[in-house]
């Protein structure tokens, strides 16, 4: 099969060219290329010597997932489904912001960790995206969206928040970031490029040694026998050595902060005393919180918390010292928006079925 040429970071490529006989600095016109200008035809690269072009053709190709579906919610959210092979889709959504366009793109298909309150974990496992699989939500969202009014790239921002845990994938999602963070193919800051992980500790010291963008880690829960039922990895990875980890990688981080992401559950999370403990955890690190609305999906057991609960809760830390923001619910009525990202996943786990019958509390649809 021919070389996918969107698999290849920098260092990538100019091993890629250095074996066809070409000089190292091919690979910088061939990222310029494939990533700014959207080239996938050698012929079209016109400052390619002709004939290594017409190698380039023989042994390698740009060769990008199909577009299976994509939808635009009312207010201009968009998500891509892409069908990644014969078995498995990967959701990719845009938000459009005044002044920023953020991509939350996918890691793997399908997530082994199975938290209780996401869709994605629901979905079971199957495998992990490449490089070229992750890079080419991007490489298709850019193309698709053009420029926008007012903006001078369409997307200033990129999280790691789709469906998967990078950090369980970091072989394919370093060489990822790389792309996004070079001047040749994406160009975007370290600061606007934010992985979010359960908390994988090995993982983040090693992110922080390959390539250290910033970070949000998923707290959803101020101690140990709440955070083991939400995010089950915590029985591996408990708060302590979390909140360890997080004061290592700001020794290397762009920010000077951890982002805690915290998912608002109805009478689970959401408490007065909940937000106390939480101070002192946050004490511990320099840290923002920003708290999600749960977003229900088919099957889902929790509810969100009201309006006022979160204004409550969000007061309540902000007394207490910390920066705290609320996610705006997006993508309404294309299931765009977090913890509903399912894509259409083969499941190895075999998890899907066994879920469903075990799950005993009533299902509640909230609006939003
Ligand atoms: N696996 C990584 C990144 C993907 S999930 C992680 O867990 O951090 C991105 C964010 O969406 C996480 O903070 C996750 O906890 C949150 N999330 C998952 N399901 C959700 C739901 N139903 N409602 C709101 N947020 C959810
Ligand atoms: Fe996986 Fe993140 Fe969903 Fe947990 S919240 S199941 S880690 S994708």
Known sequence: MKANLLEFDRAGLERFVA?????????????????????????????????????????????????????????????WLLQVDAANAIETVFIPETGRGTLCVSSQAGCVLDCAFCSTGKQGFNRNLSTGEILAQLWIANRALGRRQGADRPITNVVLMGMGEPLLNLDAVVPALRLMLDDDAYGLSRRRVTVSTSGIVPAMDRLAEECPVALAVSLHAPDDALRDQLVPVNRKYPIRELMAACRRYLERAPRDFIT?????????????????????????????FNLIPFNPFPGSAFRRSSPERVRAFAAQLQRGGLTVTT??????????????LAGDVADRTRRSAARVHAVRVPIVEVNA
């Open 19 to 79: 074996s066809l006989g070409e000089k190292p600095w091919r690979a910088r016109q061939l990222l310029r290329w494939i990533h700014q200008r959207g080239a996938t035809d050698f012929a079209s690269m016109t400052d390619v010597a002709k004939a290594f072009r017409g190698r380039l053709a023989e042994c390698a190709e740009v060769r990008l997932p199909p577009v299976a579906r994509d939808s635009v919610a009312a207010d201009e959210t968009r998500k």
């Open 260 to 288: 805690f992401e915290y998912v608002m559950l109805d009478g689970v999370n959401d408490g007065d005393a909940h937000a106390r403990a939480l101070l002192g955890i946050a004490a511990q690190v320099r840290c923002k």
């Open 327 to 340: 996610r705006k619910t997006r993508g309404d009525g294309i299931d765009a928006a977090c913890g509903q």
